[in-house]
């Protein structure tokens, strides 16, 4: 009786600890960003600061302005006159020799992942890694192109190998095409079967298509 009351105290325990903590850190996660976004208000000289200028505080104005921002320098840089400007800065920082290599590293890996060319981290696919028999999620960031892909003998595509459970690092890995194994599964849902450790699998699309496709047939 004892040890059926403590399963059922544990079982109720955990399943608190399933539905609060993934919620408990999503919202921190946006605190610090909003508090760091809030923040940005501070170097407004004292004279210039909103609060001095209205009549009351406005919560969140930080994430205003940083979105205001951010959303003016992508008009200024898109203009000419910017387009230029950003031109001469980089043509600055390309004669640091350190800060060259991160800023280029950064600008490369931004463009990737938010730029509108290519499939960069938009597909998710499975290959043998670290050894064969042993299979890994990947995302593709491009294909291969200048001297890599001449020195090869096949289409190789460049992709990156997450870690788990955290995402954000892992492996570079040019790797021939015919290797990979494309996945029906989004971005998003390979990224939370990462950072599960496998525990949160994202259902069988081709299942639920079939079942579709036999409920049309019966209908």
């Known amino acids: 009786m004892l040890n059926k009351i403590r399963k059922n105290i544990k079982g109720i325990f955990l399943t608190g600890i399933i539905a609060i903590v993934p919620v408990g850190v999503t919202f921190y996660i ?25 009549p009351y505080h406005i919560p969140g104005l930080g994430v205003i302005i940083t979105l205001i921002l951010i959303f003016t320098a992508g008009l200024i840089t ?33 463009e990737a ?3 509108d060319k290519g499939e960069s981290f938009k597909k998710a696919v499975l290959i043998e890694y670290p050894r064969r028999g042993l299979y890994s999620i990947a995302f593709i960031t491009d294909e291969s192109r200048g001297e890599i892909q001449s020195k090869t003998s096949k289409k190789c595509i460049n992709i990156f190998v997450p870690t788990t459970p955290n995402p954000t690092s892992g492996f570079y890995i040019i790797i021939p ?26 259902p069988d699309r081709k299942q639920y298509i079939k079942k579709g496709e036999k409920r049309a047939d019966n209908i």
């Open 30 to 54: 946006l605190y610090l960003i909003v508090g760091m976004m809030n923040k940005l208000v501070r170097i407004i000289p004292a004279k210039f600061h909103p609060d001095q200028l209205l």
């Open 78 to 110: 898109k203009s000419y006159l910017g387009k230029k400007a950003v031109h001469m800065g980089e043509r600055l920082v390309g004669k640091i020799p350190l800060v060259r290599g991160i800023y280029n590293a950064l600008k490369q890996l931004l």
């Open 113 to 115: 992942m938010f730029g």
């Open 177 to 202: 095409e015919e290797d990979i194994i494309y996945l029906d599964m989004t971005v998003e849902e390979a990224f939370t079967l990462i950072i599960s450790g496998g525990v949160l699998s994202p």
